[in-house]
């Protein structure tokens, strides 16, 4: 059972960064792919980024290419989604997920989730 948890997030202006990180524990780290999915009020949660379990091979939603970066460091069990440039429409609650061994981008996918941290976009 793989727990996750989310930190980083909050209140930035548009133009602004922030970075999130994803601890994980109770599992072997290095044997999940790990993805950041977000869920903007009144409308259903969508994949943002993925990468693989080496971190060989990253994924991005259009609409946060070259804006956002995902990385993550085994030996810490950690995941990381660096956020620039950010903007209003970013703003939603931004949640962590594993899955065993390889990439998806479908949420139904995803085995374990953490419990969400806010980010707030202000224009």
């Known amino acids: 059972q793989v727990q996750l948890a989310e ?15 994803c601890a994980a524990s109770g ?3 290095s044997n999940y792919v790990m993805a950041w999915f977000r869920q903007a009020p009144g409308k259903e949660r969508e994949f943002v980024s993925a990468i693989s379990r080496n971190g060989g091979s990253t994924y991005y939603a259009d609409s946060v290419k070259g804006r956002f970066t995902i990385s993550r460091d085994n030996a810490k069990n950690t995941v990381y989604l660096q956020m620039n440039s950010l903007k209003p429409e970013d703003t939603a609650v931004y949640y962590c997920a594993a899955r065993w061994f390889q990439y ?14 806010q980010v707030t976009v202000s224009s």
Do not use: K, P
């Open 104 to 117: 998806s981008n479908y949420i139904r996918d995803y085995n374990y989730w953490g419990q969400g941290t």
């Open 7 to 21: 930190s980083g997030g909050g209140l930035v202006q548009a133009g602004g960064s922030l970075r999130l990180s």
């Open 27 to 29: 599992g072997t780290f």
